[in-house]
């Protein structure tokens, strides 16, 4: 009950810059790479790779302070969204290449 009644205490004053996660941003950058890149399999598949891992290893401190650090959550969130993503659309990039690209040549 300590945790809880710490956020409870934490008021958001408004114009109040929030903190950042270090690996908050570079995960959200790393999963729009992600998605963008996806077409060239490999690049794709490792940026989408690293924007899980940079979510994943920022998570615990969000959860430890979910109020302090609200907009890192959400930045989190789209890292791990926009990285899968990416690795989907890198799959189904190499299923392309390999059974549909062989019949049009």
Do not use: H, W
Request: charged letters at 15%; one cysteine or more; hydrophobic letters at 45%.
């Amino acid at each position: 009950m300590e945790t809880l009644d710490e956020n409870v205490k934490q008021e958001i004053i408004p114009g109040q810059k929030m903190p950042l996660t270090p690996s908050a941003l570079k995960g959200m950058i790393f999963g729009f790479i992600a998605i963008g890149t996806s077409g060239f399999v490999v690049v794709g598949i490792i940026f989408g790779i690293l924007a899980l891992s940079a979510s994943k290893r920022d998570m615990p401190t969000v959860e430890s302070n979910p109020v302090g650090y609200k907009s890192s959550g959400s930045m989190l969130k789209a890292a791990r969204i926009c990285g899968s993503i990416g690795i989907v659309l890198s799959g189904v990039y190499i299923l392309y290449y390999i059974f549909v690209l062989p019949e049009i040549m």
